[in-house]
């Protein structure tokens, strides 16, 4: 066997080292006989006439490495081994005599019986000097060829195989052909046979090349290393080879990979890096090569899925748009699924869904975006089906967009989408499945923008009959009037010429052109009437303003609101001899120029500019395109001939130069591309018109007298009338100082901004705002955006930014486009930089009450978070004045009018915030302030009296709106649950004391359970209020002070308290407030200096009360009972953290014993009492007071379902038994307690009861079984339903604790509940029969 030298092995790779034990066969010399000898002649891959020359290259393959053959092989050390790469040569050519060695294709071997004496002689000298075979001449090696070229199909019949015949004495085969020898022949000899098959790929037909590849991959999964290597090594050969050569490499690699069950990982890495290089390589073949190296990748996806699923991750992720192969395989992968295992293809699914959300941030790039929507919408070779890469971006885009948070960047990449071309149906399907996927996560957006893309199909256009008038005397009439103008222009004189008649003849042509017909320019009726009135224009008098006006507007409509020149021209296809439509269209485009000009020229005021724009505003704000188009091209037109002929007077400001501009600027931003281009060349002539009016000093000009006015001829230069072409800026135009023709539109409308006054830029911002109301969607959107640009730019000085901000608020509703109306809302935020009080106080007008869009208002008021803060501070200080109506019974609705009905409007603006995602932290931060604000705001409301009596509060229902009084209360609701001062809520929800907030008699001992319970919980924002209550005890509002003073009294019993404040300064502070006008307010100071922070010693003498208080409890006085109970819980509550002490058990203990007292009162009593106790306790004394609180929770639990209203205290003990036992979810637990009822909330309460008291399980269950003797029939149900729950789950440890007794009352129990007005109960009542009977049998045997 030939071994590796050692110099090879220094040379490889480490990864081939570690690989080394397996079959790796490098080439000698002796595998170029071999070839030489017996391979079949085929022809070259490359062109080459004889067969000798493609065996001498596979020769130069194999010959560049050493052989390297198996471990098992290297163990042997014969002289064979060690000879010379000739000398092996020689020996293995010269076995020839006895049986030889028969190797086919298949690998297959036979021994045969075969002389050959032409061929031993040969093979004796080769084998006896190794310098022979390198002087074997040409024609000994083709004599060594001796077998006739055959076809491939030929070398697969098992019945003639194709083989080599190794001939020798019989004494030498026995001693050269060992068995391991055969298998180093078969493998060099199908190394050979591989290597000359990929080879001969490049000039094979179709059959052949199949039938190669089916051949390698038969011989592949015999032997996959060998043909693994062959290929890559010929592959790094070969590096001349041609593209079609490597492409049909490629094809054969991939079935080839793709035959084989496992692919080792050196192969794997090999060929991905060899299929990597060639898939954005450019060859003659385009995209075929690169798919052909792509399938090599797709192969080795079931054998290196990980690597290769992280490389199209990394590629994908770059910030480059990806190349179409990286595309291409993506595509493949996802729609043949039986590439990749069903791990694996679940594994993908995950990966793509995790590149569509890393790659939402390309959307924002303006060259990545672009790419792709490149790459969607262009041709493919085919339009009828897509290719693998184009399918596959139609889903990525839209799990791109899915995963989009923006809405309006969703909204307009769906319409940048649905604008594409629609013409053939593959196009439809994928943008169809891309607006499915968004669909899927934002189906609001989708349907939008679907519904906007509907309603924007072109509207058909319908032709109106043609009915042509006497047009022989119309023309007759307008030859003549030409004519008289002509001669009365020309003669000396004419300026001082009256032509009386020009009143007459100026309605005579307006009506004329009213007459025309709107739909069909078949004439030049309009173009001469048109400079008739220029050429009367110079005649005196003056046009009457009245009738001059008349005139442009009826001149205008009936020139602007054409048709399009196409349908123009379809209207004279009718006519043997069509008019030259276009010619016609252009001049008469160009006698309204002229027109204007000449209407200049004779007053070159200001003011005679702002009146004919004021009847061009009209046009180039229409819903039409074209219209637009024609109106502004005479803009146009208009200000480049001013500013060239410099003959505008400008002594005088213009008017209303902002809405000028911002007319312009909204037309810049126009869906039409001729339209922006008009625009903006519009723009910077007028903006050179203002540079010319501020220019100082002024230059000389031309008198008037000596510019020539514009005739009809010459007007062609100041005007173009075709439509179908944007006019472009003349070079020579051009100067150093004509920048802005050079700008963008944002950038020319902010220089010729700059240049503005500000009036004229409020001019410019309230035309902008009108545009709001436009009913075109661009106009809006152009019309938001130019907005937003003004105010970023000068939105600091602006004044009336109130009304500006209650306009934009009017047209907000209207507003259609989620972009244009998020624009406006913008403009709010900027405003809001430098004018939040003013707009405040505008958008509190209709705050009351708040609908979605003004509640958007108030959000995009608040979006910058130092904005958010300075909101609600104003609106604090708005809900703070509190005037009293003279009149409550005033319906007015104005808040000027009623100026308290702005308090009110505050208030429930400050209700809403409180869920706005933008006020989220500002009203956390605020929290103190708001809470002291909005219980002095519901004192407030109660003084006001609102509707009481039973008609006014019937017609405050049927208005659908909600009162104040409900409002703030609601807003106080809302204040706790959304800064996590939920626990809070639950106490004051449980004891349905929020209803105390109603009155104003019981509104001081609202607010006392409101701040005993922030005590209880330990808020963390006592101190917060603290210090804020200070300065309300101060204030001049009774109802400030009375507020702080109720809440102080309470905060007494926090430790947090004197964190903040001494004991001394709050002592100073009660004693002042002993001096209050209000006696509520003293008497709340007194409470307060009675707190036993004051009186050390007051805790022992309550204490020592509590004895006697306790034997009270026994007296059949039943409102006695009750008021000693509830002076015990008064009790506790004073000694604050001190509690009962050693007293608390026997408070318990008494507490429990009347929970089932029939009694009503006394039982609702005792439970409030055992509440206040467990409230009291801390984990040093629940050790002893746990059993009490556990035998408590089954009594309460059922008890939760009395039918007598007091005894509502039952939830409320239950919720503190539970807090106090560390239960979870506690959140859960309260909204159960609170809002839910039936069945499942039952269910709940029992799994948490046996969750955290397993320990107690038996005493639970002998409760419940008790209770099943209970005169109340519901808490009789509700506790065979704990039974039932208790036996369904535990049905052994039931069965052990009752008796025959307790079964038989089951029994029963169940037996009536079966009759339960409840359908779920009766259904739960005859399965717990069922189970009862199943456990009784299982019991008794």
């Known amino acids: 066997m030939i071994r590796p030298s050692t110099s090879h092995r220094e040379c490889l790779r480490p990864e081939d080292q570690e690989t080394d034990m397996r079959p790796h066969w490098g080439h000698t010399s002796s595998t170029r006989m071999l070839t030489q000898a017996h391979v079949p002649n085929l022809p070259s891959s490359d062109g080459a006439g004889s067969t000798s020359l493609s065996l001498e290259g596979c020769c130069r393959h194999w010959s560049h490495c050493d052989l390297r053959v198996r471990s098992g092989h290297q163990r042997r050390a014969s002289a064979q081994d060690r000879a010379s790469p000739s000398v092996r040569i020689g020996l293995a050519i010269g076995t020839c005599g006895s049986p030889a060695l028969s190797l086919n294709m298949d690998g297959q071997q036979s021994n045969r019986s075969h002389s050959r004496s032409s061929t031993d002689g040969t093979s004796s000298a080769l084998s006896h000097n190794p310098r022979i075979l390198s002087h074997v001449s040409v024609s000994t090696k083709e004599s060594l060829c001796t077998k006739e070229p055959q076809d491939y199909a030929s070398l697969d019949r098992q019945s003639h195989p194709a083989t080599i015949m190794l001939c020798s004495s019989k004494s030498s085969q026995a001693s050269l052909v060992s068995k391991e020898h055969q298998l180093f022949m078969e493998e060099a000899y199908n190394s050979a046979i591989c290597f000359k098959m990929l ?206 948070e923006d809405s309006s960047n969703i909204r307009t990449h769906l319409k940048t989408l649905l604008e594409t071309s629609h013409q053939w149906p593959k196009q439809r399907e994928g943008i169809a499945l891309t607006v499915g996927l968004v669909a899927v996560r934002h189906l609001d957006d989708a349907w939008a923008i679907l519904e906007q893309f509907g309603r924007s199909t072109p509207i058909k256009w319908s032709l109106q009959n043609l009915s042509l008038k006497d047009e022989t005397l119309k023309q007759s009439f307008l030859t003549a009037i030409m004519m008289l103008v002509g001669a009365i222009s020309r003669s000396e004189g004419a300026h001082s010429y009256e032509f009386s008649q020009t009143s007459e003849l100026l309605e005579c042509l307006t009506t004329l052109m009213e007459k025309e017909p709107q739909d069909t320019l078949l004439t030049s009726i309009r173009q001469q009437a048109i400079h008739i009135v220029a050429s009367l224009s ?64 004779q007053n070159p005021t200001v003011n005679e500019l702002y009146f004919l724009l004021s009847h061009l505003y009209v046009w180039l704000a229409s819903e039409k395109a074209h219209e637009r188009q024609r109106a502004v091209h005479r803009c146009m037109i208009l200000f480049k001939f001013l500013h060239c002929k410099r003959c505008l007077e400008t002594k005088e400001n213009f008017r209303r130069m902002g809405q000028l501009v911002a007319m312009l600027g909204i037309l810049c931003q126009d869906s039409d591309r001729t339209i922006q281009c008009l625009s903006l060349e519009a723009m910077g002539h007028l903006y050179q018109l203002l540079m010319q009016q501020k220019e100082v000093p002024e230059m000389e000009r031309e008198t008037r007298q000596e510019l020539a006015l514009p005739d009809a001829p010459g007007a062609a230069f100041w005007s173009s009338g075709d439509q179908r072409g944007a006019l472009l800026i003349p070079q020579d135009m051009a100067s150093k100082n004509d920048s802005i023709f050079f700008m963008s539109s944002n950038q020319a409308t902010k220089e010729i901004m700059s240049h503005l006054a500000m009036t ?164 956390r931060d605020t929290f103190p302030q708001l809470f002291l604000a909005l219980l002095a705001q519901m004192h407030y409301i109660m003084e006001l009296n609102q509707p009481t009596e039973p008609e006014q509060e019937q017609k405050a229902q049927e208005s659908a709106m909600p009162s104040p009084q409900s409002t703030s209360l609601e807003a106080l609701k809302s204040l706790l649950s959304t800064t996590g001062h939920w626990h809070d809520f639950a106490h004051l929800e449980l004891q349905s004391a929020w209803e105390h907030f109603t009155s104003i008699h019981t509104y001081p001992q609202a607010v006392g359970l409101l701040a005993r319970a922030m005590v209880q919980n330990h808020c963390k924002e006592i101190k917060a209020i603290v210090s804020y209550l200070l300065p309300s005890l101060q204030s001049q509002q009774e109802r400030e002070r009375k507020t702080a003073i109720l809440v102080l009294i309470e905060f007494l019993y926090s430790p947090a308290l004197l964190e903040v404040l001494s004991k001394q300064a709050a002592l100073t502070v009660l004693a002042q407030s002993l001096q209050d ?256 009977r199943e456990v009784s049998a299982r019991s008794k045997k």
Not at 1089 to 1099: P, S, V
């Open 199 to 404: 080879q001969d790929i490049a000039t094979s037909d179709p059959l052949q090349l199949k039938y190669i590849t089916k051949k390698l991959k038969k011989m592949a999964q015999r032997t996959p290393n060998l043909v693994m290597e062959t290929i890559h090594d010929y592959f790094k050969d070969n590096a001349e080879i041609s593209s079609r050569h490597r492409f049909r490499l490629f094809q054969v690699l991939q079935a080839v990979i793709g035959a084989l069950d496992v692919l080792e990982e050196i192969w794997q890495r090999n060929f991905m890096q060899l299929a990597l290089e060639h898939m954005t390589k450019s060859t003659e073949l385009d995209d075929i090569y690169q798919d052909a190296a792509s399938n090599v990748l797709l192969a080795l996806c079931r054998h290196s899925w990980p690597a290769v699923a992280k490389h199209l991750e990394t590629e994908l992720l770059t910030g480059v748009f990806p190349h179409r192969s990286l595309l291409f395989v993506m595509g493949v992968l996802s729609s043949q699924e039986e590439l990749l295992k069903k791990e694996d293809r679940e594994s993908w699914k995950e990966l793509l869904s995790q590149m569509a959300r890393k790659s939402v941030p390309f959307l924002n790039t303006d060259v990545w975006s672009k790419e792709l929507l490149w790459s969607l919408t262009k041709s493919s070779r085919t339009q009828q089906e897509h290719t693998p890469e184009k399918a596959f971006l139609f889903t990525y885009y839209g799990l791109i967009l899915q995963a989009e």
């Open 538 to 601: 110079a005649l005196r008098p003056p046009m009457d303003v009245d009738k001059k006006s008349r005139l442009l507007s009826v001149c205008f409509r009936s020139i602007f609101a054409l048709p399009l020149l196409d349908a123009l021209e379809k209207h004279s296809c009718l006519f043997l001899e069509p008019p030259n439509i276009q010619g016609l269209y252009s001049q008469t485009m160009e006698a309204v120029d002229h027109m204007l000009q000449c209407f200049m020229m």
């Open 760 to 923: 004229e830029l409020t001019d410019l911002i309230w035309t902008a705002i009108d545009g709001l109301g436009s009913t075109s969607s661009s106009w809006v959107q152009a019309a938001a955006d130019l907005l937003s640009l003004a105010i970023q730019e000068h939105g600091d000085n602006l004044a009336t930014v109130g009304k500006m901000g209650q306009a934009i608020h009017h047209h907000l509703c209207a507003i259609q486009m989620p972009q244009a109306k998020e624009s406006a809302l913008h403009v709010i935020t900027l405003l809001a930089r430098n004018h939040i009080p003013e707009l405040v106080a505008a958008f509190l007008d209709f705050s009351t009450p708040l609908d979605s869009h003004s509640f958007r208002l108030w959000r995009a008021l608040g979006a910058e978070e130092p904005a958010s803060h300075l909101v609600l501070t104003v609106l604090m200080a708005w809900m703070q004045k509190r005037p009293l109506p003279s009149s409550a019974s005033d319906s007015s609705a104005c808040p000027v009018e009623k100026p308290h009905l702005r308090s009110l409007a505050a208030m429930n603006t400050i209700h809403e915030l409180q869920f706005a995602r933008e006020f989220k932290k500002a009203v």
């Open 1077 to 1332: 006008t209000c006696s509520e307010i003293r008497v709340a100071s007194l409470q307060g200096l009675g707190n036993i922070l004051f009186h050390t010693e007051k805790g022992t003498l309550l204490r020592g009360q509590l004895p006697a208080f306790l034997n009270g409890f026994f007296q059949n006085n039943e409102a006695v009972v009750v008021g000693i109970m509830g002076l015990v819980s008064d009790i506790l509550h004073r000694l604050g953290t001190e509690g009962a002490g050693a007293q608390s058990l026997s408070i318990a203990i008494n507490a429990r014993y009347f929970f089932d007292d029939e009694r009503d009162n006394i039982r609702a009593a005792a439970m409030a009492l055992f509440g206040d106790l467990v409230a009291t306790m801390t984990d040093r004394e629940l050790t002893g007071l746990r059993s009490q609180v556990c035998q408590s929770m089954v009594p309460l639990l059922l008890y939760l379902k009395d039918q007598c209203p007091a005894v509502v205290t039952a939830k409320f003990a239950f919720y503190r038994c539970a807090v106090l036992l560390r239960w979870q979810p506690r959140h859960t637990l309260f909204c159960t307690l609170a809002w839910e009822t039936g069945l499942s909330a039952r269910h709940f309460l029992w799994t948490c009861l046996m969750t955290h008291s397993e320990k107690e399980f038996s005493i639970h269950l002998s409760q419940a079984i008790n209770y099943l003797h209970s005169h109340h029939r519901h808490i009789k149900t509700w506790a065979a339903l704990f039974i039932g729950y208790t036996t369904c789950y535990q049905p052994q440890a039931v069965t052990q604790m009752v008796n025959d007794m307790d079964t038989k009352l089951l029994f029963s129990t169940f037996k009536d509940l079966k009759k339960d007005p409840e359908p779920a109960i009766r259904e739960f009542a005859t399965r717990q029969l069922e189970f009862l």
